[in-house]
Every structure is written in C-alpha cells, then in structure tokens.
C-alpha cells in the first residue's frame, strides 16, 4: 500500500495567516489521484480538492493544492476562523489510503 | 438532494459481529460504487474495502480479508458492512461514503460509533 506522510503534525497560525500543508506519498501516485479532506470534530470530512489540484463546486479558491509524483501540498491563502481543521490527503490511484492528518489551530 | 444515512451507535463485546447500514437516497444507487472507511480514535482514517451496488462486486483491503463482508440490496438503496470477530482495536467511527466517477469521496454518510467492550 502507498503511505501518505503528513507534515507538520499540527500547524499553529492566526486568521488572515496562510498556511501551507504538505503530503508525502512513499511510491509516486498515478495521474495524481490526490485529494485533500477537511474535517472538523464530530464530522464526516469534506472533500476541498481533487486530482492534486481541482476543486469541486462550492469550495473557497482561498484553499489550493499542488503536486506530482509523490509531493504534494495544499495551501489555505487566508485562514477564515472556519478554517481550523483537520486535514487529510488522500490516494485513491492504488487502492485507497489517507495521511495521518495535519491538524490546523490558532 | 444526495444522502447516506447509517444505522445507529452499537456496542459489542470481542469475539462478536456488528453489521452497518448505509441507506441512500437523492440519487440512482447503483450507479455509484460505496466506499466503508472507519476512523479509530485519534487515527487516521482506514480504508475497507468498497461494493458495486449494481452488481454486487466487491474489494476489500487486505487488512480486513476474511472479517468483513459488504453487501448490497437494490431494492432498499441499502448498503451493508459486516465485520467478524471483533476485538478492542475495532472501536471506530465507521462511514459508509458515495465515490464520484473521478474516484474521490465527496457524499459520506453520519457515520456509525462501533464499540467494541467486554
């Protein structure tokens, strides 16, 4: 199975801050099939961007994401206060696994 | 407008099974593949497996063959996740969630508190 490394565990910021989120894949990801999840406690996670830098209808263009191969990163540009979050990255073009989370606080 | 909505929080003691339903609605149901993920406290979310509704297809992550069974009945919009011989390391947040032709999650049902206790 791919692994998806999520760095740094927890990123410690202010709004109107950007925050920059990276996901490492340990064997590169076919056609990018990279995404990026926000989630919130008590709640399932909502997807923000897909294919390594698409986003679905409905998502702020403050959230952004990047990469190919096996880097990949996920930028907020302006931290909103309901921004503060967990956020995974997600493969699903071998399988399917997640990151282990890159949590957001102020 | 699309829904996945589960069955309510169960406890089990280990050694036992616990089935989730997944009922869908809003949209054709065996047009879309269903996805089980389940989230252990404080982990990170864990992929099961994932059944064609349509046909009834199924695969399931190696970690998990052999305890757990998806099913499907198409004449309810139901979507089931059986998993055998639970121990303690089973307590988890199970989700049942709807996969877009792009192959990415964007519909995810409640999810389902499974306890696992002796």
Redesign the interface.
């Known amino acids: 199975d791919i692994v998806l490394t999520q760095s740094p565990g927890t990123l410690s910021l202010s709004p109107g801050e950007r925050a920059t989120l990276s996901c490492r894949a340990s064997q590169s990801i076919s056609a990018g099939y990279l995404a990026w999840y926000q989630q919130k406690p008590g709640q399932a996670p909502r997807l923000l961007i897909y294919a390594a830098s698409s986003r679905p209808t409905g998502i702020p263009d403050r959230f952004s994401g990047r990469g190919s191969g096996t880097d990949f990163t996920l930028t907020i540009s302006r931290l909103e206060p309901e921004d503060f979050a967990v956020y995974f990255c997600q493969q699903y073009g071998n399988s399917v696994t997640f990151g282990g989370g890159t949590k957001v606080d102020i | 407008q699309v829904q996945l909505v589960q069955s309510g929080a169960d406890v089990k003691k280990p050694g036992a099974s616990v089935k989730v339903s997944c009922k869908a609605s809003g949209y054709t149901f065996t047009g879309y593949y269903i996805?089980w993920?389940r989230q252990a406290p404080g982990q990170?979310?864990?992929?099961m497996g994932?059944i064609n509704p349509n046909r009834g297809g199924t695969v399931y992550?190696?970690k998990f063959q052999g305890r757990v069974t998806m099913t499907s009945d198409t004449s309810i919009n139901t979507a089931y996740m059986d998993l055998s011989r639970l121990t303690l390391d089973d307590t988890a947040v199970y989700?049942c969630?709807r996969v877009e032709d792009?192959?990415?999650?964007?519909h995810?049902?409640?999810?389902t508190l499974v306890t696992v206790s002796s």
Not at chain 2, 44 to 47: H, M, S
Not at chain 2, 102 to 106: A, E, H, K, T
Not at chain 2, 108 to 111: I, L, N, P, R
């Open positions: 996805h993920v990170r979310l864990e992929w994932r992550a190696q989700y969630a792009s192959g990415v999650v964007l995810w049902g409640q999810g």
